[in-house]
């Protein structure tokens, strides 16, 4: 009776040690999990410190208002000027360039390829478009330089061998496919019910795309509109090549230049000395072109909670 | 229940196939439909019910693969609303479909029911807003909702978008109202309303409804109609398929012993 206690007990308490030993590799992999996610965390809370902190240096010799509302951006020379707007009214115009080609079209594509092709033109479709989004900027740089250039030139004689107008136009073009693929996603989620409601009222294809899928999918939508906002704005290399680098205070897009990253990628490149405020002007470039991204991500949030699928 | 009238014909079906790609969903069906009637369709889970009913609007055209042999008549025009000839726009022009499930659209509610309206190209304001209003009225759910006509649809209970639906279907006036199990989804309160709705709406449109539920075939309809893997097994008048059916497998269903 005794041993058979003991043996039970034996049994017990190996069971124990097997619980012990799974807890242990369970918490270890716990570990290794959050190991991994903080590691993106503190890359981009390190990031934000170094902009900052590099940017408040930077603030400590400029005002924040002659910041904000010189009409020149001159870091490099000796009459220094530094006013963020030349760069940012760059950024936004060929940003905006950008997105009238690319909101359009994505959507459209989109609406073609969700609610018009067939299974096969899809299939065949949405690999190449995305394939698009494949390709390196620089050669859609290049593209925009030697190619996109001269024909507008054919149709635009005034226009510069550099100018706004062209690199965003290509910019667009590049930002296509990630609009379409994921409006697509969006609208390819909205239920069949809702479109057969929509067919049984006696409504067209075209009519139910716009007046029933579109609006259930404003949210997807909104978001590939945001993603496309962001990578306009971010974008470096087709600016840096097309679009001229010479600071430019303009609003016109037939005009050539600079925004934000290509000035930073224009000043990196050079060998400024560490610490110098032309050194740290690439900070407090860097740390503007966060914040505009981020008020454009914020804003995508809100519109998404605000128009939601309510399906 | 009007039993010594003679109906006169809505719709009539002849000698209907219908295939899913290559299998046959409905086999040679005939039936009348009457008019300003209430035709009911039971019959188990995969029967072909709803398959049927989908045929008189013409959403088998939705999707590719799906062919259909015989006939719709369509009356008083006599017109075949299965014919290749006869778009399936015109169709759902004048039938209108009530869904299983309430599938308003992402719209206020004002806009769910204009929908139909501005589909055939009415704009003008005080047409739309009186025709909402009296859709509204038919589908029992004005009082609730008039105080809110901008309110997002999809923000209804269940059983309020369900009457909604209805709503949107009764406002472009069909000749012809499908309903597909349109209590499926709803609780017992909900159910009764909508039930209460299918009778009064009878006196102005001609009622087809598939439904699993046999007191609601007995409750809400004049004609019954049983439906077993494809065929169509016995139609009548509801009071006697339901006290007397003259097919054993109708009795059977009827009585719970199958399905």
Redesign the interface.
């Not at chain 1, 019910?193 to 067209?204: C, D, K, P, Q």
């Given at each position: 009776m005794s041993a058979n206690n003991a043996s039970d007990l034996h049994q017990v308490s190996d069971r124990l040690a097997h619980n012990a030993m799974r807890h242990f590799s369970e918490r270890l992999i716990e570990a290794l999990l959050f190991a991994a996610a903080a590691v993106s965390v503190l890359t981009t809370v390190g990031i934000v410190y170094v902009l900052v902190s590099e940017s408040i240096q930077f603030f400590q010799h400029v005002s924040i208002v002659d910041f904000l509302t010189d009409t020149q951006w001159t870091p490099l020379f000796d009459d220094a000027h530094y006013g963020i707007m030349v760069l940012i009214s760059g950024t936004l115009v060929s940003s905006g360039v950008a997105l009238l080609v690319a909101i359009p079209m994505g959507t459209v594509i989109a609406i073609y390829l969700s609610e018009f092709a067939?299974g096969k033109v899809r299939e065949v479709a949405k690999p190449v478009l995305e394939l698009l989004g494949g390709i390196p900027t620089i050669v859609f740089g290049y593209f925009a330089l030697l190619i996109v250039t001269p024909l507008l030139q054919k149709v635009l004689p005034e226009l510069p061998g550099f100018s706004l107008l062209s690199a965003g136009l290509v910019m667009g073009i590049m930002i296509v496919p990630y609009i379409a693929s994921l409006s697509e996603d969006a609208m390819r989620a909205v239920?069949m019910?809702?479109?057969?409601?929509?067919?049984?009222?006696?409504?067209?294809k075209l009519?139910t795309a716009i007046?029933?899928v579109v609006?259930?999918a404003?949210s997807g939508l909104a978001a590939s509109y945001i993603l496309g906002i962001s990578r306009a704005v971010g974008e470096t290399m087709i600016l840096a090549v097309a679009a001229g680098m010479q600071p430019n205070l303009t609003w016109n897009p037939m005009e050539p230049a600079a925004t934000i990253t290509s000035y930073i990628v224009q000043v990196a490149l050079g060998d400024l000395p560490h610490g110098s405020i032309g050194y740290q002007t690439i900070f407090a470039a860097g740390l503007t072109l966060l914040l505009v991204t981020l008020a454009f991500n914020i804003a995508g949030q809100w519109l998404r909670r605000r128009y939601r699928?309510?399906? | 229940m009007q039993i010594h009238d003679t109906p006169t014909l809505k719709a009539e079906a002849r000698n209907l196939n219908f295939y899913y790609g290559e299998a046959k969903a409905l086999k040679n069906i005939n039936m009348p439909i009457y008019d300003k009637k209430v035709t009911a369709l039971i019959g188990p889970s995969g029967c072909g019910k709803s398959t049927y009913l989908r045929s008189f609007n013409r959403m088998h055209d939705l999707y590719p693969g799906n062919r259909y042999e015989g006939e719709i008549r369509f009356f008083p025009d006599n017109t075949n609303l299965l014919s290749p000839e006869v778009d399936p726009i015109e169709v759902r022009m004048r039938v209108g479909m009530v869904f299983q499930k309430p599938n308003p659209f992402p719209k206020t509610i004002y806009e769910n029911v204009a929908y139909g309206l501005r589909v055939r190209g009415e704009n003008n304001k005080r047409v739309l807003d009186d025709k909402v209003e009296h859709a509204l009225k038919g589908a029992a759910i004005w009082e609730e909702v008039k105080d809110r006509l901008q309110d997002l649809a999809p923000n209804l209970s269940g059983g309020q978008q369900q009457r909604l639906c209805i709503a949107r279907a009764l406002a472009t006036d069909p000749e012809l109202l499908l309903f597909d199990e349109p209590t499926s989804a709803l609780d017992p309160i909900a159910t009764g309303a909508i039930e209460e709705l299918v009778h009064e709406l009878k006196k102005r449109v001609t009622i087809l409804i598939v439904t699993h539920n046999m007191q609601q075939a007995a409750r809400v309809s004049d004609y019954t109609a049983y439906m077993y893997l494809g065929e169509m097994i016995e139609f009548g008048k509801t009071d006697e398929i339901f006290i007397k059916p003259q097919d054993k497998r109708t009795e059977d269903y009827i009585t719970g012993r199958m399905g």
């Open positions: 067939n239920p019910s809702m479109r057969e409601g929509s067919y049984a009222m006696g409504a067209t009519y007046h029933v609006p259930a404003i699928e309510a399906y | -």
